[in-house]
């Protein structure tokens, strides 16, 4: 099992280009997140989904979109890419299990640059 | 709101030391959830502990130890016997009951040198 991946792992954009990044889980686990990861901050989440079809905005979600298509993925989108995004990009997933709040299990992550 | 503080931004240590590093956290919520995840350099997160607001009980596993004191807010994490391979940044998690979200600290760098 391949757990949580992540496409691409590191990218360089141009202020103002855009792209998406994947999020694949092979875990079925309901739950997707994404977050950022900047020095001195923590992880600060950016969008999330509690299933297949709906999304909710995290903490930072400005200047981006997701979307849940499929159980397995996890899209997030940068329309036009800033100098700010600059950042590493984590997904993460976890198992919906009544009346807990389990852990989550997180991508390898992806290292963005724009310039 | 919820809070999560790491105050140690970095802590550095001779292998084979006793190294605490603190979590103190801020909820008005009774049931809540907290963690550990150790991101090694590589990178990667790696899940570590969870502990539910019922179970004070300290926790051990091998050498890793926690102590979760409600009374003091507090879900500080203990390595002993530090191994240079305990060189990571820890990052200690809050996720209240039903909220979906989890709420980090902004994390300690532990550096063990040999």
């Known amino acids: 099992n391949a757990g949580v991946t992540q496409t691409p792992k590191f990218r360089v954009l141009k202020t103002g280009q855009s792209m998406t990044l994947l999020c694949a889980q092979d875990?079925?686990?309901?739950?997707m997140y994404w977050y950022r990861q900047d020095p001195g901050m923590g992880l600060r989440l950016i969008h999330y989904?509690?299933?297949?079809?709906?999304?909710a905005k995290g903490e930072v979600p400005d200047g981006y979109n997701v979307s849940r298509l499929k159980k397995q993925n996890f899209l997030l989108g940068l329309e036009s890419a800033a100098p700010s995004q600059t950042s590493v990009y984590f997904c993460?997933?976890?198992?919906?299990?009544?009346?807990?709040?389990?852990?989550?299990?997180f991508g390898p992550g992806t290292r963005l640059t724009v310039l | 709101a919820q809070k999560v503080t790491q105050a140690q931004t970095e802590i550095s240590v001779v292998e084979k030391e006793d190294v605490t590093l603190d979590c103190v956290y801020e909820?008005?919520?009774?049931?809540?959830?907290l963690f550990w995840y150790k991101q090694p350099p590589s990178g990667e997160l790696v899940f570590l502990i969870r502990?539910?607001?019922?179970?004070?009980q300290n926790e051990i596993s091998g050498r890793y130890s926690w102590n979760f004191q409600k009374s003091t807010s507090s879900f500080n994490f203990t390595i002993t016997a530090s191994q240079v391979v305990d060189s990571a940044v820890y990052f200690c998690?809050?996720?209240?009951?039903?909220?979906?979200?989890?709420?980090f600290g902004t994390g300690t760098r532990l550096q063990v040198f040999p």
């Open positions: 993460a997933t976890r198992r919906l299990a009544e009346g807990l709040e389990n852990e989550q299990f």
């Open positions: 875990m079925n686990h309901e739950y």
């Open positions: 989904s509690v299933g297949e079809g709906t999304t």
């Open positions: 909820t008005r919520d009774t049931t809540y959830y």
């Open positions: 502990r539910n607001s019922f179970d004070e």
């Open positions: 998690a809050l996720t209240v009951y039903n909220t979906d979200k989890l709420i």
